[in-house]
């Protein structure tokens, strides 16, 4: 495998676009804020080591069962006014605590942490809650390291819904993932009150 380092640019210079095929692209969060604002239409984030990655866009399966994840929640928020949820293109800045910048499924932060915060951009918070959904052609090695960087980064619950084996896999800070077969909800009560996610939707 190709590693590349991307050329130092300034905002004056020409775009940054992206043919990173068969090549591990390392760029600076500067870099990378860059490239967002010259490649809108990509999903794109970038690991702890500085490692560029290039997500597909969802297929139309996964794209139904994501916003199924988030409508929930949403609507959960929506009654309680207790924090604010993100959808799958809300990013986040971990750069400032040794993290890169990470974009889950769905996300939730408890509303007293986002006092006075600026969100126009990256968010610069670790998120309470996050969800990711595995899709169809996603090898669930990579994702289970992506939940293991949340859980490092002080995410309070992570779940990871994984259709294709009717299994959710449950992160929490300093303990072992439990995973959960075929479940008709989780029980997300010790983070977001009163709330049960419905799995009804999933599998």
């Known amino acids: 495998m190709t590693i590349a380092n991307a050329p130092t640019m300034s905002v004056e210079t020409q775009p940054l676009l992206l043919d990173v095929s068969n090549t591990t692209l390392i760029v600076t969060p500067e870099q990378f804020e860059l490239l967002c604002i010259n490649n809108p239409d990509l999903r794109l984030e970038l690991t702890p080591n500085k490692e560029l990655v290039v997500m597909a866009p969802a297929g139309g399966e996964s794209s139904e069962k994501n916003g199924d994840l988030f409508g929930e929640i949403w609507y959960w928020n929506r009654q309680t006014n207790l924090g604010r949820t993100f959808d799958s293109s809300g990013g986040y800045d971990f750069t400032?605590?040794?993290g890169g910048q990470l974009s889950p499924d769905v996300s939730w932060i408890e509303k007293s942490r986002l006092e006075g915060v600026n969100i126009v951009r990256f968010i610069p918070v670790v998120p309470d809650f996050v969800i990711e959904l595995r899709s169809a052609t996603d090898n669930l090695k990579p994702l289970q390291q992506k939940m293991i960087e949340y859980q490092r980064l002080g995410v309070r619950l992570?779940?990871?819904?994984?259709?294709?084996n009717k299994q959710v896999e449950i992160y929490r800070p300093e303990q072992e993932p439990v995973i959960v077969e075929n479940p008709i909800s989780i029980d997300c009560n010790e983070v977001m009150p009163g709330f049960s996610l419905s799995m009804s939707r999933m599998w």
């Not at 992570?158 to 294709?164: D, E, I, S």
Request: aromatic share 0%; hydrophobic share 50%.
């Open 96 to 98: 400032a605590i040794g």
């Open 158 to 164: 992570g779940l990871l819904v994984n259709p294709k």
